[in-house]
């Protein structure tokens, strides 16, 4: 692909540049107050872009990000970090549907996650559901920080903050998750629907939807959807399109601002 420039790093490197962006003391993510230890075990094989398989069976889905470079250079980046390494775990002993427990990996001997490695390059972005506070301000600060030095795909070409005033171009990233930066125009009720709108032409216009049974969540994490109406803010998630571009958001961690991220 033209214009796209390949991350290579070891796994040295990669946790020293992880130590940079933010100092050892704010490190959040993987801490006992977020998450419960899951022992230790060598990373035998990389099973998909974001999911390691242990030598003990279990297979670990990364938490708290989103793949955003190639699933090839995804794959290459975790082997170089962790694969025939003894890794620590710390996340949810609770597996997902497809059997994966959801964690943050630790090489033996570091104090951060691959994860921040993986942000840090700009290969990753922060994904949802993160669930606590500081960890969430962890990884967006690492994902921002990507962003601002152009690094990985950030330089590439390859991933882009989108504009919620392109729709178009947003719809060229349909099927894919990501992240629109906007203004909130309004918020809307229909039915059984919040509708948060960044523009006019509600069928053409980039749209983020909110049930509203939903709706008490918001509120509990400090941000009742009438809330956004005139904020800049991100959202974060799978592109479909529903006359226009829309993503449909089941949790607060899909929106963030400058200033309260």
């Known amino acids: 692909m033209m214009g796209e420039r390949r991350v290579h790093f070891g796994p040295a490197a990669a946790f020293v540049l992880a130590g940079l962006i933010l100092p ?3 490190l959040a993510c993987g801490t006992e107050r977020l998450s419960v230890s899951l022992g230790e075990s060598r990373v ?9 398989r242990l030598a003990d069976g279990r297979i670990v889905r990364l938490a708290g990000m989103e793949w955003a470079a190639p699933a090839a250079e995804a794959k290459a980046a975790l ?17 997902d549907r497809y059997g994966r427990i959801h964690a943050f990996p630790f090489v033996s001997g570091s104090e951060t996650p691959i994860q921040y490695a993986l942000l840090d390059r700009g290969l990753a972005v922060a994904g949802t559901r993160i669930g606590d ?7 967006l600060q690492r994902e921002q920080a990507a962003r601002a030095a152009r690094v990985g795909i950030w330089g590439s ?5 989108h504009q919620a005033d392109d729709p178009a171009a947003i719809l060229r990233d349909q099927g894919r998750f990501s992240i629109v930066q906007g203004r909130v125009l309004s918020v809307r009720e229909s039915g059984n629907t919040v509708y948060v709108n960044f523009g006019r032409r509600w069928s ?7 049930a509203k049974r939903a709706e008490p969540a918001f509120t509990s994490a400090g941000m ?16 479909e399109e529903r006359a226009g571009p829309w993503i ?9 601002w400058d200033g309260q991220p």
Do not use: H
Not at 157 to 161: A, E, N
């Open 79 to 95: 082997a170089e970090l962790v694969l025939g390494r003894m890794v620590n775990l710390k996340g949810s002993a609770t597996p």
């Open 204 to 210: 053409e216009d980039f749209t983020v939807t909110i």
């Open 224 to 239: 009742p959807p009438k809330s956004l109406s005139g904020r800049v803010v991100r959202v974060r998630g799978v592109i």
């Open 133 to 139: 506070p500081a960890c969430r301000k962890a990884l």
């Open 248 to 256: 449909e958001a089941t949790t607060a961690d899909q929106f963030d």
């Open 24 to 26: 050892s003391g704010a």
């Open 44 to 52: 035998t094989a990389i099973e998909e872009s974001r999911a390691l």
């Open 157 to 161: 070409g390859g991933y882009r903050l």
